[in-house]
């Protein structure tokens, strides 16, 4: 089952998420920018997202969603923190 249970809050830094190589962070900065567009939520630093859209993001990148998890915190995407509260496949 998945580690990415439904009291886990993805919380995304989108100044990090600015800084990343487009080739690979690209979808996911398109999929924020949708939901800031959506929500009329443009100037914040992070960005809270739904658990579900994960789950899509992760079918978007060809990956589990505790991959995508690992590879948001790799990238600085994920806020600190998240490491303690998102598992690595165990659960
Ligand atoms: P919707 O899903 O019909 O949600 C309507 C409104 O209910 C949202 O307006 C928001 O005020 C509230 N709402 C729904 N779910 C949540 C939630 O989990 N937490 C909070 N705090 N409020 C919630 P809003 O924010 O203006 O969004 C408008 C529409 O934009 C949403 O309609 C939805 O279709 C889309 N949207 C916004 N944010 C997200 C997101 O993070 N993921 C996805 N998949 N869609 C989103
Ligand atoms: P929190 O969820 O821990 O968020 C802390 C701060 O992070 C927020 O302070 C805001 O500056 C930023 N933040 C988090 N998610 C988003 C996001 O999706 N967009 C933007 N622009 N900023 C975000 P803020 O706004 O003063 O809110 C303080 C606390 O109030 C939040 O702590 C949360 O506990 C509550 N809160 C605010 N808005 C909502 C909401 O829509 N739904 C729920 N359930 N709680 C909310
Ligand atoms: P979740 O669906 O995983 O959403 C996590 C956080 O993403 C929400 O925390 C909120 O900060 C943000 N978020 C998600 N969807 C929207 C949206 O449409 N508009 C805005 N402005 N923010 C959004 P929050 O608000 O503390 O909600 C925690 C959980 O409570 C949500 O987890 C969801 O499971 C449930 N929830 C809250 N509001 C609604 C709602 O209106 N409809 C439904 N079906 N569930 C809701």
New binding site residues.
Partial sequence: SSAVT?ST??VLNLESLGSLPADEAGPLARYASTIQA??H?YNGKVL?????DLKSLAIIYDMSPDELTTRLIEWGVLSPGMESVVGFGGG
């Fill in positions: 439904s809050k993805i959506q929500r939520d809270s997202i739904r658990a579900e």
